[in-house]
């Protein structure tokens, strides 16, 4: 479930995917997903709309979303 998750958001969003930590349970699992982007809006809308697309699309239900952008 996870491997088809990771490869829907890279399709749909052309984002970068990891399971980042949980890696040994059988229920739970965290990811991280990265873009980098010239637009602080542009990526804060990207990562609101894949929040929305796990929301609808998984089953199960997401504990802790953190949207953390960077500017240099």
């Known amino acids: 479930m996870v491997k088809s998750l ?3 958001l890279y399709r749909k969003y052309r984002v ?3 399971e ?5 349970s059988l229920s739970f699992t965290q990811i991280g ?3 980098v982007s010239n637009s602080r809006e ?6 609101n709309k894949i ?11 997401l504990h802790d979303v953190q ?3 960077e500017q240099y």
């Open 6 to 8: 990771k490869d829907r």
């Open 42 to 47: 542009y990526g804060e809308k990207v990562m």
């Open 67 to 69: 949207i953390f952008s």
């Open 16 to 18: 970068s995917v990891a």
């Open 51 to 61: 929040e929305d697309f796990i929301e609808e699309e998984v089953l199960g239900r």
């Open 33 to 35: 997903v990265a873009l």
């Open 20 to 24: 980042v930590d949980l890696l040994e």
